[in-house]
């Protein structure tokens, strides 16, 4: 009895080395199921429309809904992670999200799936802030940037699989049985999640020398704050609007890879739902790439110009921003396989900017606000997505897609110069 005692004495010791790594993994191993449910409908769009007898103006609808929803309650959120805490309040929502998914099977019309996609989307809102969360709580600053590039994966490798996956599931089991299927995979995950996770300073598999580690930088502990408080005292910082701004200007080409470049293969390239299955994920793995990429690009402009560390996020997000002119150019191709190509350098080029934006909004704001920022961050970036589908459903089938893909090509660099004048450090020491 005295030896099994001692056992389990140690295993309940027993930590892991670069758990923070881990928890990450964790972490964007939901995001990754979140990204499946939520592209689940666009790779759908034309069996939905073909089936529920939609108009593609009605559909643009039922993809704002889900914009809508996500829009006014990516700050609400926030400001829930930062007040309940990550463990229950992404539980929460996630609980939510996988069960909208589930419903959506029973759907008759695009009423009805206008109403399970707001649900949906108020609570898959809670992926951003729950990310900007994560990386305050598990990283010191140094390597903040680095965690944000690899924590922008699982946005877009859920979105990257989900072709293939739904397609399969489609034709195995239809498209309702997709929609179940991904939903349970999403259940699934809440209660891995509920199971495994636990805060650094809770953690029991966590060693007091990572812990340290983590707690280097020394951020104190901070009171938390009604919404209405955290809210106010944000909006009267400028590198609010600086994050914001190019938030709001980049997000309509995300939106587009999301949920309309399905519909854009099968309608302007003639494509039907296998072909797409087989190139609308290669954006997706692009911003993949982009999304690891980022965080050592500001390595490099460290090491090559001394910028300080939030210089070289900036610096970082505006290489991004150049490379999403390549979707300009989709316009103007007559080759499906280039237009796919030019679409995933955006897709690139996407991602460097989205998850800079996160790693400036974690370094710069304290940790009890943290969640929130990134919420306003997220809901400024989804009020653009929720515009340009509207947008798109109303204009696409008279002008086409090509004169939307030259605007999204520039908005990027606009935002970019918003970025530079409100939140770039002047005359400041280089930070390592």
């Keep these: 009895m005295k030896g099994l005692s001692t056992a389990k004495a140690l295993s309940s010791k027993t930590t892991f080395k670069n758990l923070r790594w881990l928890i990450l993994i964790l972490f964007l191993s939901g995001v990754t199921v979140n990204y499946i449910t939520r592209n689940s409908l666009g790779i759908l769009a034309s069996e939905l429309i073909s089936d529920l007898s939609m108009t593609t103006q009605e559909y643009s609808y039922i993809v704002a809904a889900f914009q809508f929803a996500y829009t006014i ?7 829930f992670i930062d007040f309940i805490g990550l463990k229950l309040g992404f539980f929460i929502f996630a609980m939510i999200w996988s069960i909208a998914c589930i419903f959506h099977a029973g759907a008759g019309n695009w009423i009805e799936l206008a109403i399970l996609r707001f649900f949906m989307g108020g609570s898959e809102a809670a992926a951003t802030p729950a990310n900007a969360k994560i990386l305050s709580d598990w990283f010191p600053k140094k390597e903040r940037p680095i965690a944000a590039g690899w924590a922008g994966v699982g946005f877009s490798i ?16 239809g498209w309702r049985g997709a929609f179940i299927i991904s939903g349970v995979l999403a259940l699934v995950w809440c209660f891995i999640w509920i199971k495994c996770y636990a805060s650094p300073e809770k953690n029991k598999k966590l060693s007091q020398e990572e812990l340290n580690y983590i707690k280097q930088d020394n951020e104190p502990e901070q009171i938390k704050l009604s919404f209405s408080k955290s809210l106010s005292s944000l909006v009267k910082m400028k590198k609010f609007y600086g994050i914001c701004i190019p938030a709001f200007l980049a997000e309509p ?8 470049v399905p519909l854009y293969l099968a309608q302007e390239r003639g494509m039907d739902i296998k072909q797409i299955a087989m190139f609308a994920w290669l954006p997706f793995l692009a911003a993949d790439i982009g999304s690891i990429a980022s965080g050592y690009l500001t390595k490099l402009y460290i090491r090559l110009f001394g910028y300080t560390r939030i210089n070289s996020i900036i610096a970082s ?6 490379l999403m002119i390549s979707l300009a150019f989709v316009a103007i191709t007559q080759s499906p396989y280039l237009a796919i190509l030019l679409i995933s350098i955006g897709g690139f080029g996407h991602q460097v900017i989205s998850c800079m934006l996160s790693a400036i909004v974690v370094d710069s704001f304290d940790k009890n606000q943290v969640a929130t920022m990134n919420g306003m961050r997220g809901s400024s970036a989804w009020i653009a997505s929720f515009i340009f589908s509207l947008i798109i459903g109303a204009f696409s089938q008279t002008i086409g897609f090509g004169p939307l893909f030259v605007v999204m090509g520039f908005l990027d660099l606009i935002g970019a110069i918003f970025l530079i004048s409100l939140v770039w450090e002047r005359n400041q020491k280089q930070q390592r």
Excluded: D, E, K, Y
Excluded at 73 to 79: R, S
Excluded at 158 to 173: E, K, Q, S, T, Y
């Design 158 to 173: 859920g979105a990257m699989l989900a072709p293939p996956i739904i397609v399969v599931f489609h034709v195995a089991l």
């Design 73 to 79: 309650f990516q700050p609400l959120c926030g400001w």
């Design 253 to 260: 080409a995300w939106a587009t890879f999301s949920f309309w």
């Design 317 to 322: 997000s505006v290489t991004g921003a150049f």
